[in-house]
Every structure is written in C-alpha cells, then in structure tokens.
C-alpha cells in the first residue's frame, strides 16, 4: 500500500512566521503535490512537482513556496504566514497515468 | 472560476437509499473523472473513475454515469449505509501536462441515517 505521510496532523503558528509543512511517500512515486482544502471550495491545487528540483504553480501558489530535494520528500512552505492561509493541507503523490494517494492532512491554524 | 461544479452541498439519506451526486465540467479537454471519499481526519481516497469512451461504471455498490454531451457525470451509491457517510468530490484532469492537475469540485457531505 502507498503511504503518504505528513509530518504534522496539527500545527498553530503566528502571523509573519515561516512555516514548513512536510510530506514523504514510500513508493518511488515521480509526482508530488500539496493542495488546500477549505470548506465551499474543495481542494485546490497549490504546486506539484514531477521531478527531484522540478516544480510548476497550481492554481494557488501566491503566498507559498516548494522544495524537492530528494524524490520522497515534497516541502510547502509558508514564506511569511498569513491568517487565510490558515487551512487544512493535503499532500499527494502518484506514478505516472496511476490515481494519486493522498496523506491525511496537516490543519494548520496562523494566530 | 469553478471548472467542476458539484451538487448538491450536502445529501441525508436512510439506509438502504441511493443518493446522487451530480458534477458539471466546462473543459472538453478533460478525459479523466475520478471520485474520491474522504472520511474525518483521513485524506480523500480514490473510490471510481470513469473516462469518456463509456457512459457507466460500476465497483461494487458504486456507479459513474457519465454524459459526454451533457459534460456531467454522476455517482449512484446503491443500498447505502451509515459507513458510506462521508465527503465526496468529483473531479477532472486531461492529457494536457501529463494528465497531472486534477481540478476538484466543491464536494458533498453525505449522511446515511439508520
């Protein structure tokens, strides 16, 4: 079974702080990605990457930034948090042409 | 603007009943429509999925209909039960870019009632 894991199921952070959410899958995968999920409005896709260094924008990246160093691991990164980026973050990962395997979230909240 | 629009918001059924959850896309270019469920505290899972070349799916207790015309697709749950409750999205994403941005609808909660 793939497993996506993310490494904070809760984190609460102050406003101008940079936050780090990280995620690891197990399985080789190639792609990676983090989405939001806020109630209304579904998941929306923030940045994927489909390579180690390689990265593109979704359809919400202001306000973030990403890192891929090595093929596991997928970072989102807050660069200066703001209160509505207060949200539950999801991360997933997927092979080629397969359905994508999602963590279980991080609900992060910005004071 | 909502690529994929998903009704309705929120469904209470009993037991037994079959809901229907209904999603609209506006991009002819999609050809991949996955359904994923997701429970409380979990991630969403992928639960079926349909491309354009066939108008129905079914796993188990779980169809897709799917009208290419129409640019909608439904999930059909039979004899539901109270393990089906949960949060459903539909969702779409086309070969363009590898196929790799699925655009999600808003989802529906589901509550099955004994």
């Known amino acids: 079974d793939v497993k996506v894991t993310q490494s904070s199921r809760y984190l609460v952070k102050r406003t101008g702080e940079k936050v780090f959410l990280e995620c690891v899958q197990d399985?080789?995968?190639?792609?990676m990605f983090w989405y939001r999920q806020d109630p209304g409005l579904g998941l929306r896709l923030i940045y994927f990457s489909y390579d180690v260094k390689m990265k593109e924008k979704g359809d919400i990246p202001e306000g973030y930034s990403v890192s891929r160093e090595k093929k596991e691991r997928f970072s989102l990164i807050l660069e200066s948090a703001s209160t509505n980026q207060t949200s539950m973050y999801l991360c997933?990962?997927?092979?080629?042409?397969?359905?994508?395997?999602f963590g279980d979230g991080t609900r992060l909240s910005i004071l | 603007q909502q690529q994929v629009k998903q009704s309705p918001q929120s469904l209470i059924v009993q037991k037994g009943g079959i809901p229907i959850i209904n999603c609209a896309y506006e991009n002819t270019a999609f050809d991949y429509f996955p359904w994923y469920q997701q429970f409380p505290g979990k991630g969403p899972a992928l639960l079926i999925a349909?491309?354009?070349?066939?108008s129905e799916k079914k796993e188990g207790r779980f169809t897709i209909s799917f009208n290419k015309s129409a640019k909608q697709f439904s999930l059909h749950i039979m004899d539901s039960q109270p393990g089906d409750s949960a949060t459903y999205f539909c969702?779409?994403?086309?070969?363009?870019?590898?196929?790799?941005?699925?655009?999600f609808g808003t989802g529906t909660q589901l509550k099955v009632e004994l």
């Open positions: 399985m080789d995968h190639e792609n």
């Open positions: 349909i491309r354009p070349d066939v």
């Open positions: 969702a779409a994403s086309s070969r363009e870019g590898g196929g790799n941005k699925l655009t």
């Open positions: 997933a990962s997927r092979e080629l042409n397969q359905p994508q395997h």
